[in-house]
């Protein structure tokens, strides 16, 4: 992602605590990515470009699928977090990834790769079909274009009476990222930026983790994911820190869903991808 004023904000933060977010979500949407990569066709000896890597976790993940033989390459605007993401990396056993810092639109990374993926990344972008276009200079003939994204649109149909603590939350989160400037309908925009990149259209499929077991994970990613949007909340006048309440909020939402017998749905995940022509 670009800083340029005309991308949006990142409403997630730059601090430790969202590097572990990253981590648990991950936990949550990993097995959605890799089914989605070896969907796509990303297989052993490729090289990979992965934009907006963050603490590396898509880019692990790529570097399983194509293993020793294959390279990835994963590249973010935020230096400190590409040293947790070598670190994890390094930790993992994986000699085929390497992490670069900059913008991948305009870092020259060569185009000799076989595929270029990212999971929320261009809802931050000003023009995500521009990227996409861009993105796709840097793959071979034959090449692979595959992006996860959120959308948060259907959220809006999800509000229910018994989950007042549920529906606040929703109204919190769509309204922050909206007002940082970011596509809250991203996913489901997926196939318009494929378009209108003059990619092929893609196959796409979107998930939801749904939970509502006492020890769900689902339950803390949501505090924690909240813990990183605090600052923006507050500085857009969203909610107070008193009343968002991070340290409970896990608890709040475990016993509103054992109260009302409605699992938690947390943000549809929506992937595409397309192959270039050879």
């Not at 390459?73 to 230096?79: A, L």
């Not at 913008?103 to 790769?113: H, K, P, V």
């Not at 090449?143 to 529906?167: C, K, L, S, W």
């Not at 925009?189 to 259209?201: H, K, S, W």
């Amino acid at each position: 992602m670009s800083e340029s004023k005309s991308d949006a904000t990142y409403t997630m933060g730059r601090t430790q605590g969202e590097e572990e977010r990253l981590i648990l979500q991950s936990q949550l949407y990993d097995a959605v990515t890799r089914r989605f990569f070896r969907e796509a066709g990303i297989s052993s000896g490729m090289k990979v470009l992965d934009i907006g890597s963050g603490a590396g976790d898509v880019a692990l993940t790529a570097a399983d699928l194509v293993g020793p033989e294959g390279a990835v390459v994963g590249v973010d605007v935020n230096p400190a977090i590409l040293e947790t993401a070598q670190a994890r990396a390094q930790a993992a056993g994986f000699s085929n990834v390497e992490f670069v810092a900059g913008d991948a639109r305009t870092l020259e990374l060569g185009n000799d790769f076989d595929a270029v993926t990212g999971r929320l990344v261009l809802m931050y972008m000003a023009d995500p079909a521009d990227a996409l276009k861009q993105l796709a200079t840097r793959l071979r003939p034959g090449g692979i274009v595959a992006f996860q994204e959120a959308d948060f649109t259907p959220y809006r149909q999800m509000y229910h009476p018994d989950m007042p603590e549920t529906n606040k939350l929703i109204d919190w989160a769509i309204g922050l990222f909206e007002r940082a400037g970011a596509h809250i309908d991203m996913g489901f925009n997926l196939y318009r930026a494929f378009v209108e990149a003059g990619l092929p259209e893609p196959y796409m499929h979107c998930e939801y983790p749904v939970g509502g077991p006492e020890s769900w994970t689902g339950y803390q990613f949501a505090a924690n994911s909240f813990r990183s949007m605090l600052p923006l909340i507050e500085e857009f006048g969203i909610a107070t820190a008193e009343e968002v309440d991070v340290e409970t909020m896990a608890e709040r939402v475990r016993q509103e869903v054992i109260a009302a017998k409605r699992p938690l749905a947390l943000p549809p995940h929506v992937t595409a991808w397309a192959q270039l022509a050879s």
